[in-house]
C-alpha cells in the first residue's frame, strides 16, 4: 500500500491516489493543452516550484502516464508527452474545468489572478485567421501592476507559433490593448465580453485588429459553459 492510499479496491479511489496529489491535475491541464518541455510547462504552472514539477512528472512517468524523450532539435533537452493512458485523461481534465466554470463561485475565483499564466493561456488559445497575412504584435498593458509585470507582447506570424514576450520584443506595435488585470481575466473566463466592458478597455492601433478582438482573442476552452454560481 503506497504512502497516503485510501486502502480502497474502488477505481475511483485508485485513480485519486495518482491525479488528486497537489498540482498534479493541473499539470495533467498543461499537457493537455500541448505543453511538452520542462520551461513551457512551468511557465503553466508558474506557482509551482521546478523541484516540485520533476516529482510530479517522474511520478507520472512511473505510472504510465507520461513519457520523458529527448528533443530532437535541441540536445540535453527532454520533451514530455502523454501515453494512451494519460490522453484517456483529456476528458476528465474538460470535465474538471466545465464543473468548475458552472458551479464555483466566481469572486473567489478571481482573486487568484496572475498575468503571467493569464497571458500565457490567451497565447496558446489565440485564434490568428481573423489577424492580418503578416507578422501582427499586440501589446497587452495592465495600469495597476509593477512595471516589471505591466507590459507583454503577443507576436502572431502566421509562419510561426504565437510567441509571448514579457519584455519589448522592438517590433512595431499593431495594436495597444490597456485595461486591467481583472477585467481581462473576465473576459478570458467568458464571465464578460469586450463590447460589455468597453468603458474599462482601451483599444489604441490598427482599427481592423481591435474591431475582431473578442474573435481572435485566446478564451479559456471553458467559456463558453455558463456559470450558475455568480
Excluded at 65 to 72: C, S
Amino acid at each position: 500500500m503506497t504512502l497516503g492510499s485510501y486502502g480502497q479496491f474502488c477505481p475511483v479511489a485508485m485513480a485519486a491516489e495518482t491525479l488528486c496529489t497537489r498540482w498534479t491535475m493541473v499539470l495533467i491541464r498543461e499537457m493537455v493543452a500541448g505543453s511538452t518541455r520542462f520551461n513551457d510547462l512551468r511557465r503553466g504552472v508558474p506557482r509551482m516550484s521546478p523541484s516540485l514539477l520533476s516529482q510530479r512528472l517522474k511520478e507520472l512517468e512511473s505510472a504510465g502516464i507520461v513519457t520523458r524523450t529527448p528533443a530532437a532539435d535541441e540536445p540535453g533537452v527532454h520533451e514530455y508527452r502523454l501515453t494512451e493512458a494519460g490522453q484517456d485523461l483529456q476528458a476528465v481534465v474538460m470535465a474538471f474545468g466545465l464543473w468548475g466554470q458552472k458551479w464555483i463561485e466566481t469572486r473567489a475565483t478571481l482573486k487568484n489572478l496572475d498575468p503571467s499564466l493569464l497571458m500565457w493561456d490567451i497565447r496558446r488559445n489565440l485564434d490568428p485567421s481573423p489577424m492580418p497575412v503578416r507578422r501582427t504584435v499586440v501589446n497587452f498593458s495592465y495600469p495597476e501592476l509593477a512595471e516589471s509585470r505591466r507590459n507583454w507582447w503577443l507576436v502572431v506570424d502566421p509562419t510561426t507559433a504565437v510567441d509571448l514576450c514579457s519584455t519589448d520584443p522592438g517590433y512595431d506595435v499593431d495594436l495597444w490593448v490597456t485595461t486591467d488585470l481583472r477585467t481581462m481575466t473576465a473576459i478570458w473566463m467568458g464571465l464578460t465580453s469586450v463590447s460589455d466592458v468597453d468603458d474599462k478597455i482601451q483599444l489604441d492601433g490598427d482599427p481592423a485588429i481591435a474591431r475582431t478582438i473578442q474573435r481572435w482573442l485566446g478564451l479559456s476552452p471553458f467559456a463558453a459553459q455558463a456559470k450558475l454560481v455568480h
